[in-house]
Every structure is written in C-alpha cells, then in structure tokens.
C-alpha cells in the first residue's frame, strides 16, 4: 500500500522554542514544510489553496523581530494550515463549494487572527467536506482528499484536508471544525491527535456557519500537548461571538503531566456494542486503552449512557434543520456564485441549483422539510428532546465519574468510494462523536495503534464541560502509556 | 407500507429550499431522504411529554452590548465581492412586475 507518512515530525512546540530562540527561522521552516507539500499534496489534496507568498511574508516578519528581541509567542514559527470554512482576509475561502469558488472575505476570523497573533504562519486553505457536510472528504466541489496512510482511502472527514496535512507532514498543526465529528473522525483515521473544544469555548466569528448550535472549532496536531498549546491560542472570549463563554478556562497545560491516578473514568457501554456498525477490532482497542488507564491509577468501568442510542436520528434532524436556515444566506446576492434568472427568484434558483453539490441539497431538503409545518413535533421538537434526555444522561454520569472513553470512529479508513451510494452508511461514521456535539461538551480523539488493515485507530475522551484540563491530562497518559 | 416521503413532497420542498430537481434526481432524493426519516422513525416513535426541549448546549440570555461605533468593514471590499452592483448597492433582478 501506498503512503506518504514523515520518518519523523517535528512538535509546534520545539518549533517555536527554536525559532523563538533564534537557532532556527521562520523562514527555513516554514520552507520545509513548503517543500513537502511541493513534493506530495498532488497526490494527497489536502489543501484547495497554498499561500506561499502570504506565508513566507509572514515568516519574514515573524524573523525580524526575533531580531529585534520581541517575544513573539507560543506559535512563533509554527506553520499552521486552517480548514477552508475559516475566513481569511483577502484570501480565498472556499467551504470547498462552487457557490464560493472565488469569494475572498473582507475580514479574518477570530481564530485565525489570534494564530497570527501567536506569531504562527498560516500555510494553506485546507480541502473539506462541502460545507462541512460528510465524513471522508469526498463530497469536495475541488475533489477527495486521500489518507497519507494508504492513497486509496479517505482521510475521514469533513476535515480531511487539516487531518491529512498534519499526517503527511505537510504542517506541524492543522484547525478544524467538528459539527458531529468533523475533527475527531478525520484524527483518527489519519491517526492524529484531534480536539472538540467545549461549545462556546473558541470563536465562531468567521467559521461559515454549517449548524450553529453544534459547530466548534478546534486543533490537528501530531502530540496532545501541541494541541492544547494551538487550543490555548486559538481559545478565550470574543464579544464577536454571542455564544462564546466569558469565564476564564483552568489552563490545558499546566496539569497535563498530573496522571491519571484516582481519576473516575466511565466507559460508555452502548458505543462497545450496543450500537450496530462499529468493529470488534476498534472495541477491542478500546477496551485496551482502559486497561491501560487503570493500570495508571484510575478507577475505568462501563457506564451507560441511553440515549446516545438515539443521537444519530436525532443529529440528522438537528444539523439539516439549522444548516437550512443557514446556508439561505447563499443566494447570489451579496457574494460568491450568481447564476442569471429572470426573476429574482429565479435567479435564487438557478444560482443554487448550479452551486451546492448533492449533500448539500440532500441535507438542507431534510432540514427544510424537518422544520415544515405538520413535521416540526414530529422530527425537529422530538430531536430537540432527546438532545434534553442526553444531556440530563451525561449529567448524571458526570455526578460519579470525571472523564469518559469511547471508540472515536466505529471503523479505520475505508476505500475511496466505498460509502457514497448511500448516505445513511455514510452518517453512521458520526454515531460515536455526536454526542459531545448534542450536548456542547469537549472531547478529543487520540491514537491508539492500528488495525489488521494497518491503518491508524484512535480512542476518544469525553469530558464535562470547560473541563478540557481533564480531558488533555487523560490524553496525555494514554499517549505516553501507548508509545 | 407508506414511504416516509413522496416525490411531491420532495419536489414542495426543494422549492421552498430554492432548488430544481431533475427528474432522476427527484427519484434519487426521494428514496435517499426516505431512508434518513425511516431511520428517525426511532426518535418518532419515542414517548418523551414533559421532556422540555433543548435547542442549544449553552443556557443563554440574550447578548447585549453598548451602542458604540466599532471596527467596521470597508464598503468597497464588499461590494468588490458582489456579484453585481450598482450606485454602490448590490443589484438584483427586477421583483416588480412593471418595466423599468
């Protein structure tokens, strides 16, 4: 099989250490990485759009004034690649839709703004699900992203292109964004470290809105402290966001490296079995990663969770329902695509008709039929009740216990192809990450070996919320503990 | 059996969505969209009165702010990015009948 995975990678952190010191520059780094995808994203896509010129500005910049002695910060250095949904000024943003292909925002995302100010050189626009609507990249107006792992797989998705990039070492550190998994799923398939921030924990300003309730931003890094360094940046209140969280966060590294001993880990019962689809082989790694867990000190057994039983239907009301409502805005109007029409309404359709590939369609249907008059109880009212019954589940097991484990994706990487005739095998790929999402909490995925394909498995944490210290100090254990 | 959902059904709703389907593609969607609603069939059929409904992680009020100028976007940038513009406003088809 055919792969395009580094010998060895390089942390942000040592980046930023060195480039902070002065023993290595921006520039030279960033070259490497710019060699590398030179040399291999023909045959991986990971990205709709490399900003080499921008990047090496930055660098340059970011050089001069190590120069001049200034602290630069955490990211000094440190390329980053960014999901094609996040805004970049002047740059184009895409959501790997053709009713974007060319519209270059006025303005930065708060994410986005906040690397640079960390002293990072954003890299490239990452490839992605349209819109964020998929789980292998494949539903890319620009075409798939493929696994650095073997070629003829996908990487997962919808944030395929950042899971890649950081796999084929293309980028030390990539950003997501993970609506039912967006960033878990690709992680793990990709075998990368991948982080679902607490709702309300990172800005959305910026992040073209799929479903706004469950949309978070967060971090692709090689090592759980890399991504919660990247987290810590990219993280914190921002008035531009009215659903962004005022109260400070416990900070992600301080108690990183505290273990894992007389902490309450509950293992969700209906993700190793209950729930048809996902592979005895990836319960099986599981079930080794909380023996190891306890093995470190912390007390592991199995809670349940019921009504993660009901997530996905729930989810794929929910999603559709928003997404149509928020992806209205696309209409030939103000930006992007507009295809002529007689009439306005014409022109509406004709624009959005030539613009939004068949998932798109599919789910803002599903949503807009979901929310019409005589199936609103019936579809969207119930969803919004099972959301209430998981979350009221989640609280009752977090009374008793600190953190929880579950697989991350029910299977490894699967062939390009192999999922797309039908959408619901397709939605199944989210069963283990939605939850987090229903309920705003964070959660992160992390390696943990490979199947007998060879292909990378990952294990998911899930934590209360604003508890990502937790989270990150559980990650950290089975990292260590599985090297 | 019924199914789920219909062709006009899917037809009445991409309209609304502002969509034309052909006619391969209403078949197609039709049984895709059917098969998502089978599924939800075990949300539906779940007995959850008095359950209140929950439509965001984060128990909200509403966002204010003081009424103060702020960073604002350049008008030209945006408009740069509209499909058609005229006299410094997007243009759009006639909505009116009469003729201009």
Known sequence: MSSIIPATSLTAQTIAEKVQSGEWTALETLENYLTQIAKSDAEIHAFNTVLEDEARAAARAIDERVALGEDVGPLAGVPVAVKDNLCTKGMRTTASSKILENWKPPYDATVVKRLADAGATLIGKTNMDEFAMGSSTENSAFGPTRNPHDLTCVPGGSSGGSAAAVAAGFSPVAIGSDTGGSIRQPASLCGVVGVKPTYGGVSRYGLLAFASSLDQVGPFANTVRDAAIVHEVIGGYDPKDSTSISEPFPSFLDAIEDGVEGLKIGIISELMGDIDGISSEVIQKTREAATLLSKNGALVEEVSIPASLYCLSAYYLIAPAEASSNLSRYDGVRYGLRVDGETLAEMNINTRTA??????????????????????????????????????????????????????????????????????????????????????????????????????????????????ALMYRVASTLESAEK | MTEPISEKEVAHVAYLARLRLSDEELQLFTKQLGAVLEHAKDVEALQLDGVEPMSHPLPLENVTREDEVDEMLDREEVLNQAPAVEDGRFQVPQILGEQP
Do not use: W
Request: charged residues 20%; contains cysteine.
């Open chain 1, 355 to 468: 613009g939004f590939g068949d998932e798109v369609k599919r789910r803002i249907m599903l949503g807009t039929y979901a929310l019409s008059a005589g199936y609103f109880d019936a579809y969207y009212g119930k969803a919004l009740k099972v959301r209430r019954l998981l979350a009221q589940n989640f609280d009752e097991v977090y009374s008793k216990y600190d953190a929880l484990l579950s697989p991350t994706s029910p299977c490894t990487a699967f062939k390009l192809g192999e999922k797309t005739s039908d959408p619901m095998t397709m939605y199944v790929n989210d069963v283990c990450t939605i939850p987090s999402n229903l309920v705003g909490h964070p959660a992160i995925s992390v390696p943990f070996g490979s199947g007998s394909d060879g292909m990378p498995i990952g294990v998911q944490i899930l934590a209360p919320p604003m508890q990502e």
